[in-house]
């Protein structure tokens, strides 16, 4: 293609197209999906998150996702390939996590099929924020209803680790019961059919034998 005027011209308004004016609010939301890592989030747990107007938060999302830096997607939103290239990754969180349970799971459960049944639930009071997917493992995220607190459940292989983030002046003793609750729902999910024939032995009863 030969370049002329003309053709410069076109390619300077295609640079324009591309170049997107985010508002000090977008910023901030696309800040806060990237400091928690989320690969997938709810509208919900996203609004808590942040403590904003659920109209407010509806037009930015839907404003991003005009610009093409989220889309939906079955269990929620994403960040585009585009959208994580808007804002740095932070080094690290400015709210420190504090250690509540760490254990390992029994080795003969279906660790994908646990994780499948806490994807999307609500435990309590603990409502879902959504997922983080990396190289270490997966971490599923809740927030607390009208507290500060976030519990973060992390499956690396047949590891887990739970985790809070607690707000200022906010009782820890609330984040561990929280945990404990959320470790109670992933024990009941052990009983699926693989771990089940492991276990269960058949018995037999005989009420009209008698024993000297």
Do not use: C
């Amino acid at each position: 293609m030969v370049t002329t005027e003309e053709n410069l011209g076109r390619f300077s308004e295609l640079e324009q197209s591309e170049d997107i004016d985010l508002t000090p609010r977008d910023s901030n939301i696309l800040h806060a999906i990237q400091e928690e890592g989320l690969t997938v989030f709810a509208f919900d747990g996203l609004k808590r998150l942040l403590g904003v107007h659920q109209e407010m938060l509806s037009r930015v999302l839907d404003r991003l996702e005009d610009e093409g830096l989220l889309e939906k997607v079955s269990d929620g939103y994403r960040l585009t390939n585009r959208g994580s290239q808007q804002v740095a990754r932070p080094l690290s969180s400015t709210q420190p996590r504090i250690p509540i349970v760490q254990s390992l799971l029994p080795h003969d459960i279906d660790v994908q099929r646990i994780i499948a049944g806490l994807k999307g639930r609500w435990f309590g009071s603990l409502r879902w924020l959504g997922y983080s997917q990396t190289d270490e493992g997966m971490v599923l995220k809740w927030i607390m209803v009208e507290d500060s607190i976030q519990i973060d459940a992390k499956f690396s292989e047949n590891y887990l680790s739970i985790d809070a983030k607690v707000g200022e002046e906010k009782d820890v003793s609330q984040a561990v019961k929280a945990s404990h609750q959320l470790m109670g729902h992933i024990s009941q999910l052990y009983g699926g059919p693989r771990r089940g024939r492991n276990l269960l032995t058949p018995v037999a009863f005989f009420p009209d034998m008698s024993f000297a």
